[in-house]
């Protein structure tokens, strides 16, 4: 498993800065591992850069329907930039028995006009990506003091703490890791960047973005259903 100092010395050297058998100066490795963590912030912010899909639960709250996420929150999780699903489970039954949230979006949320309305489950939620903490919002308020809430969220690579952290990423990461951060360095270094290295940094990007690929099923807004039969027919439209 390679440190965080092996991936920023390997860039190093894929632009010339350094020999295979020099050690870069210290301040040299923090700046580069900070360039490193400023990359990944990025990657973070992107869909397709994200590997893992992680299911957490919280507990629900009776006749609270707002809650906040984020690292220390009501959802104590990393602030996801992307949420796959928000759903909620029952634990009055045996085994807990999971149940769909609609999402609402901006302009369904602002437009509905009860808000503090209350249910013994809620119907539907709204994830508004406030910063630095998330808020979640479940309509109606459930008053059912037997609900856990279930998030989807897409988990990115964390910052690297230091350089002698290790890094253990999926296949793909390390290699991508290495060339992009070695296109960024060539600016600090006032090097050219080399249309080799520019070819590879964009093609393992692109192979880490096609293994982060994932099927989804196919969903139409009941709107665009003929007239309630239940199906839609393009020689209809």
């Not at 880490?208 to 196919?218: E, G, K, Q």
């Amino acid at each position: 498993m390679a440190t965080a100092r092996d991936l920023v010395e390997a860039a190093m050297r894929e632009i010339g800065v350094f020999a295979a058998s020099e050690t870069p100066p210290a301040q040299d490795a923090t700046d580069a591992l900070g360039r490193l963590n400023r990359f990944l912030d990025t990657l973070s912010a992107e869909r397709l850069a994200i590997y893992t899909l992680t299911r957490t639960t919280w507990t629900i709250v009776a006749s609270d329907g707002s809650y906040t996420v984020g690292s220390g929150a009501d959802v104590n999780i990393a602030r996801p930039v992307h949420v796959e699903d928000v759903r909620f489970q029952d634990t009055n039954t045996d085994p807990d028995t999971e149940y769909p949230l609609r999402k609402l979006t901006e302009q369904a949320y602002a437009g509905i006009t009860q808000k503090a309305l209350t249910s013994t489950y809620p119907h539907a939620r709204y994830y508004n990506p406030t910063y630095p903490l998330a808020t979640l919002i479940l309509w109606p308020a459930p008053t059912s003091d037997k609900l856990q809430g279930v998030i989807y969220h897409w988990a990115a690579v964390g910052q690297i703490a230091a350089l002698t952290t290790s890094v253990s990423v999926p296949p793909g990461y390390e290699e991508m890791l290495v060339t992009n951060l070695a296109l960024l360095l060539c600016p600090t270094y006032e090097r050219q960047p080399n249309p080799v290295l520019v070819r590879r940094a964009a093609e393992t990007l692109a192979v880490v973005r096609r293994a982060n690929l994932r099927p989804s099923d196919m969903h139409f807004d009941p709107a665009v259903l003929a007239r309630g039969r239940g199906r839609y027919d393009i020689r209809e439209g």
